[in-house]
């Protein structure tokens, strides 16, 4: 029984890596520098404790700031796709705008449905903005920067992020709204649904490196832009856009925004939140945004990793945002271009394609690892090949179809 | 219907049973256009009944107008489809000078100019209409960007008829017996130039951004699953629920009083008009919501030509106002009907020869188009539910008046 | 068809229950029907080939003074085949304004006749759901009745003027 705790639940699951850098800092940095003294009767755990705690607060109070950028971002990225400005008054060029709404929100009404769960309507929004920045733990901005390097690292992720879902749901019913629970069960369905292809999809890569690790999986993609694992077997192609469909789908975006869908149910499960809850809902909701992004580049796009074997050209920390912040404006050019499905289409589009078709890719990315025992340069070129091939034939077909479909006349 | 649902599920034993929500859509509700309130059973997501409950927006136009003389009803029908409003006065002055038997052969005929004058606005009225429609439509389908653009070039429309009338939305401009004279254009004025020049100018501006927007949003394929066989309206049901103008074209009826029964100086200009179809090629059904959105794409275009004939003709001289000393029409009663955006926009009135009505009667095409509602709108989504409103194109202030 | 030869289709076929025909006035000619009647006379209306009246335009009550003892309602048909147009005309008395329903034979009858009832108290028969449509369910009074008094309180709360 005792070796069963000294060896934790899960033995094969190593939460903390035997290297962690935190551990490293203390012993090769703070104990040589402290007082002999001290020094002597200072525990390591400790002090490890401590690094990390204060990491978590730099973490948690700088994040914030992701979604602060964002929101403006969005605002000014739709202006510009409606011909307008956008924010214009508050700094210049309207840049501190969000910065006074936010000030705005904190000081503006806390208002708890008097007929609504009072404890689950004041925690759904902790749960969710949690969740939200617990996702970014696992995620390795740069070669170094990684707050903890899993070795279940996108495990962890599909797992915290669906728990978003519960706090959802909690917002919803809490309310004593209808509109409130039509909105959270809209998007209990959602999430749970493409839950699935975005996992089949992610399983793909984990063949493909065979590993859980994220730190694994961006090293495994050292060796320019060829070798990321888009490009990698044509599979894996596929696997991207059902994978980044699926997160837009995650994150309740357009045109899956139904869970908050204006026009229908007024704002879904946040209808009755105001002030500072509010504004938590708004902060995860872009938070969430930047992470499956940066998980779709990780995953993807090479993570830190550069274009180039050996330069650093769109390479490290900046290259990796600059990356992640592509993928999120694409989101926000979708959101500003399309309109929103119903909701049975919406489950549609998950269960009679991205779920067969994700399943296809798992077969075609088995085969394929049997057939190239590792990736060379033959693999990768014939998987561009066919890539490029299914691209031109693609545009082809739609271009035909495009233009036979005739323009209705009237009379 | 009762009857029929109970011998169902005494079939089916074991049909699942749900308890019904019942959820109040509105009066305050981003996409219920104003103040619709609509009481859905739902199930799940999926309507039961939606029965709409109206009478938000009542300000006793007709009341009111039992106590106000005939001129001083004109802006009250300003304030009936406020989004429309130049349609709105032309009816009643048109039923009232039918009324008063105004004609050629009388003395006080309304002039040449101002007919040309009330259908060039009305006509530019009638695309701010659609604009506004379109992209209102497309906000309830979940897309925001038309909307902006239907807003900034209606911002145009609105720019020129503040021009001739001073207002933005109630404009109180077409009169009895011609136009208002608070503005003047004189004919063959620079001002009269400019400003025709500057229709032109919006004209050619606009018109290749009808085709933008139907690449925009018509042809999205998400739009047109979300419109395409929704909501299906045959042309019976459409008469006998009295929908009009595009909702009924958009069942496929051929039936527009600017053609078939022509007013004012409408059999001069040559125009189509727009008729849905069958499109079994993209999933298009005859009657359906996408149907009844594409009429009106097309009716502005139709609207266009005919804005295009006046500007190549010009403006005749003359009066803009006829001749008239005191708007007392003779004993006896008219219902006249013309052709508003939103379909037949008929005016009862009754007179008793003194210069105040004894009845009047706006018949409005949003209150019997809106009554449809509850038949088009069983069994659907709560999603479709807010397509229907947007495709039947409402204005609360037309429905409750 | 004009509204004089319709007139006489309708002398016809019901007799004793159409009244006469009001041409003198300016504007429209409408046919006077009994109000027992008017169902029948405007199934009769719509099923028929060479009349085939498929849409009713308008459905409007009138109350023409404070002296008048009769409460009118207008019947405004077109026809979509035929393109031909009619009036029809009904009148009951104030103290029992009773009319049989013509929603069963044009569905926009519904919710015309609904207006009527909510306005000027004429109670149609057989309609399905006559409830008031424009103003709230507990109003009272029929505001579009000339002998209508503007009420100085609305639950308690004084109507300013």
Request: aromatic share 12%; hydrophobic share 45%; proline share 5%.
């Amino acid at each position: 029984m005792s070796d069963f705790f000294s060896d934790g639940f899960f033995k094969n699951i190593n939460l903390q890596d035997s290297s962690n850098w935190a551990t490293d800092f203390v012993q090769d940095v703070i104990i040589p520098r402290l007082p002999e003294a001290v020094a002597g009767h200072f525990s390591v755990e400790l002090g490890t404790v401590i690094v990390m705690l204060v990491c978590a607060g730099i973490f948690v109070a700088v994040v914030p700031l992701l979604p602060l950028v964002l929101v403006l971002a969005e605002r000014k990225v739709a202006a510009r796709f409606q011909n307008r400005t956008g924010p214009m008054r508050v700094g210049p060029w309207g840049t501190l705008q969000t910065l006074a709404d936010g000030l705005k929100l904190i000081f503006k009404e806390d208002f708890i449905p008097p007929q609504g769960d009072k404890v689950l309507f004041l925690l759904a929004p902790y749960v969710i903005f949690a969740c939200s920045f617990a996702v970014f733990a696992a995620i390795p901005f740069g070669q170094d920067i990684l707050v903890s390097d899993f070795n279940i690292g996108i495990f962890y992720i599909m797992a915290i992020s669906s728990v978003i879902v519960m706090g959802v749901i909690m917002a919803g019913w809490s309310s004593n709204s209808k509109w409130s629970l039509l909105g959270s069960l809209r998007s209990a369905a959602q999430i749970v649904s493409y839950e699935i292809p975005l996992g089949l999809s992610i399983l793909t890569i984990v063949m493909l490196v065979g590993s859980l690790s994220m730190r694994e999986i961006v090293a495994s993609q050292d060796g320019g832009i060829f070798t990321w694992i888009i490009f990698r077997s044509p599979f894996t192609f596929i696997a991207f856009f059902i994978f980044f469909i699926s997160a837009i789908a995650e994150v309740n975006r357009t045109p899956f925004d139904l869970p908050e869908a204006e026009s229908e149910i007024v704002a879904g499960f946040h209808t009755e939140y105001s002030g500072m809850r509010f504004a938590l809902f708004f902060i995860a909701e872009y938070a969430n945004m930047f992470a499956v992004s940066a998980i779709g580049v990780t995953l993807f796009l090479g993570g830190w990793q550069g274009v180039l074997p050996g330069y650093d050209f769109l390479g490290g920390l900046p290259g990796f945002v600059i990356k992640t912040l592509g993928l999120v404006f694409l989101m926000m050019w979708l959101r500003w271009t399309l309109p929103r499905l119903r909701v049975d289409q919406l489950m549609n589009l998950c269960w009679k394609y991205f779920i067969p078709i994700s399943f296809f890719n798992i077969l075609g990315t088995g085969i394929w690892g049997l057939i190239f025992k590792e990736d060379d340069v033959w693999s990768i070129g014939i998987s561009c090949a066919i890539i490029y091939i299914a691209l031109i034939s693609a545009y082809a077909i739609a271009g035909r179809n495009l233009a036979r479909r005739p323009e209705p006349q009237p009379s | 219907m009762e009857s029929t649902q109970q011998t169902e599920s005494k079939i089916i034993e074991l049909k699942p049973f749900t308890d019904e929500m019942v959820v109040n859509m509105g009066p305050q509700h981003p996409s219920t256009h104003g103040v619709l309130r609509l009481e859905l059973r739902l199930d799940g997501e999926i309507v039961r009944e939606a029965i709409p409950h109206i009478g938000y927006l009542h300000r006793c136009f007709e009341k009111h107008s039992e106590n106000l003389s005939y001129p001083q009803i004109i802006p009250f029908t300003d304030r009936m489809d406020y989004v429309a409003a130049m349609n709105q006065n032309w009816g009643f002055c048109l039923a009232v000078e039918k009324l008063l038997e105004m004609d050629e052969t009388k003395d006080f005929a309304v002039p040449e100019r101002a007919e040309y004058l009330r259908v060039l606005i009305c006509e530019l009225n009638r695309i701010a209409s659609h604009l506004l429609s379109f992209g209102t439509y497309g906000m309830d389908i979940g897309a925001f960007t038309p909307f902006l653009y239907a807003f900034r070039d209606r911002e145009r429309l609105l720019l020129l008829f503040e021009k001739v009338c001073g207002a933005r939305l109630t404009y109180n401009y077409i009169r009895i017996g011609g136009v208002s004279e608070i503005i003047p254009l004189e004919p063959g004025s620079i001002a009269e130039q400019n400003y025709l020049d500057e229709i032109e100018g919006f004209l050619d501006y606009f018109e290749p951004k009808i085709d933008e927007y139907n690449d925009l949003l018509t042809s999205n394929s998400i739009f047109s699953e979300r419109t395409m066989g929704v909501a299906v309206m045959p042309a019976e049901m459409a008469i006998s629920y009295g929908a009009t103008g595009p909702n009924l074209r958009g069942s496929g009826v051929d039936w527009d009083l600017r053609r078939d029964e022509p007013y004012s100086i409408y059999d001069r200009f040559d125009f189509d008009v727009p008729i849905a179809k069958d499109i079994p090629e993209l999933g298009a059904v005859l009657g359906d919501c996408w149907s009844r959105y594409k009429v009106r794409m097309d009716e502005m275009k139709e609207s266009v030509k005919i804005v295009r004939q006046i500007l190549a003709e010009g403006l005749p001289d003359g009066p803009v106002m006829a001749d008239l000393k005191a708007v007392r029409p003779p004993k006896g009663e008219i219902y006249f009907r013309s052709e508003a955006p939103r379909g037949e926009l008929g005016f009862y009135i009754v007179s008793d020869g003194t210069p105040k009505p004894v009845r009047v009667k706006g018949r409005s095409p949003c209150f019997s188009a809106l009554s449809a509602l509850q038949e088009l709108s069983r069994g659907l989504m709560v999603a479709d539910i807010i397509a229907i409103i947007g495709s039947i194109d409402i204005v609360m202030g037309e429905v409750d008046r | 068809m004009k509204s004089e030869e319709i007139y006489d289709v309708l002398v016809d076929k019901f007799g004793e229950s159409i009244l006469g025909i009001d041409s003198e006035l300016a504007g429209d000619p409408s046919i006077q029907i009994a109000p027992t009647a008017i169902s029948d006379v405007c199934q009769f209306l719509a099923d028929t080939d060479t009349l085939a009246f498929d849409s009713l335009m308008c459905l409007s009550g009138i109350d023409l003074g404070v002296k008048e003892e009769v409460l009118s309602v207008v019947y405004h048909l077109h026809s979509m085949k035929n393109h031909h147009n009619v009036v029809l005309k009904t009148s009951v008395p104030k103290t029992d304004a009773h009319i049989p329903t013509v929603s069963h034979i044009w569905k926009t009858a519904d919710w015309h006749e609904r207006e009527t009832y909510d306005l000027y108290g004429i109670l149609f028969d057989g309609h399905a759901d006559l409830r008031r449509i424009l103003l709230p369910d507990d109003w009272e009074g029929y505001p579009l009745r000339k002998d209508y008094q503007e009420p100085d309180f609305y639950r308690g709360m004084r109507v300013p003027y």
